[in-house]
């Protein structure tokens, strides 16, 4: 794979771009391929030809719609290892993760084409004789999808199987940091032979085809993945036009750990969400609040578990938990919260350095106890493999707690007491809660965010319709 140069999808076509962006190893530092940088005007194109496909993408009945969904399903299915290789190379996924990634992310495609058969208006009464109220639902448009780095694969088709499936055409922007995936991705979906302008990707950075799309007037969705610092900057550019959209932010997933949980089963969890891509995930567990009974022999047993973490290079080695942290400015800012914590008084369990594996950007799997909530660390999002904890005298001061925050994705519970499980899912003020299991969720589900961490969702019936618009039709006989 080494300097292989890739080009934009425009139109059906693979598009060269006169500058380009390197794209390297974050384990080794090693260059992995050269990716396009999109000028103004090839967004412009690409926009153009999204909307010229759309009338007639939509006017296809659902079902053949479902089929190219599913056609290019059956090409990810076929490439999952080889593709499963780019998301570890340019990620620093491990191999494990990545093949999950990939074959959830051919199941996702699935998944949504079977709606195809269930797409559904509804029938109003009326208050008047004789007169008929259609409630039919309508796709947007051109959706402009933009991702982030941390599951750069999955969210492609997050994004573009409910917009294509209800009728919409897209336009994808993928990571600078993680582009290679989705221009791989591209070369199946243009094997398929999809009419032409309802897929197009193109390359770029934030501030360059990333800006050109948020601000275009001819974008009728903004579908947004990434951090909260981006969806306002993408909320401003979308103000003059009016843009639609839907933004997936960032997260500071609390875990409450009762006095009566299964302590094994909340350690196991929690560490599990802690490590999966080395933290780096919006919904997996930030900040822990332990009742005081407990803290002391779950902090051990945390610490241990954590402690047993393989990390390393992934490109090299298999059998690892986790890999290096996606660049020099993320490794970088774990350091620097982990210090500050310290600084204000937190205890480091274990870890609590950068790993000097000689090269990559390791951080060691890190225990912090004695956290207090006015702390950075148990305010601001880590995303690495740091997990600082806080005793609580009751659930009572562990839920005001987990809800003071800007953030509110998602949450977790570990408790057997049913009663202390379903106050905490009545009073949690969260998009998601999950109880006494690792936080990942259902492609059915509704992944969805309050406070900062977004507006609208996705997944399941009601991400599917955040692509549509409802068109009422009043009929008198
Ligand atoms: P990011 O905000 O830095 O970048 C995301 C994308 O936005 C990239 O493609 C980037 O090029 C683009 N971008 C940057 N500036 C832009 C601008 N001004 N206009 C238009 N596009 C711009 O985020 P990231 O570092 O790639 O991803 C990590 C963040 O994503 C974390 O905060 C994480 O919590 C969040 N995230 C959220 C979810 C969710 O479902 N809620 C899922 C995954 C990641």
Redesign the pocket.
Known sequence: MSETIYQNYIDNAFVDSDTLIEVRNPATGVLLARTPDASNEQVDHAIAAARKAQKSWAAKPAIERAGYLRRIAEKVRANASRLAQVITREGGKVPALAEVEVNFTADYLDYMAEWARRLEGEVLTSDRAGEHIFLLRKPLGVVAG??????PFF?IA?KMAPALLTGNTIVI??????PINCFEFAKLVAEVDLPTGVFNVVG????????????HAGVDL?S????????S??MA?AAPHITKLN?????KAPAIVLADADLDLAVNAIKASRVINTG????CAERVYVERKVADQFIDKIASAMAATRYGDPSAQADLDMGPL?NQA?LDKVAQMVRTAVGQGAQVITGGNVADLGQGFHYQPTVLAGCASDMEIMRK?I?GPVLPIQIVDNLDEAIARANDSEYG?TSSIYTRNLSAALKASRELDFGETYINRENFEAMQGF???TRK??IGG?DGKHGLYEYTHTHVIYAQE
């Open positions: 933009i991702l982030p780095w941390n599951f969210l997050r922007k993928p990571s600078e940091e993680t770029g950075t934030g501030a360059g085809a990333g800006s050109a799309l948020t601000s903004i947004f993945t990434g951090s909260v610092g981006t969806g900057r993408i550019a933004l997936e932010l960032g997260g780096q995930v919006c919904n996606i993320g999002e995303f994705l992944h969805a965010g961490s977004g996705a």
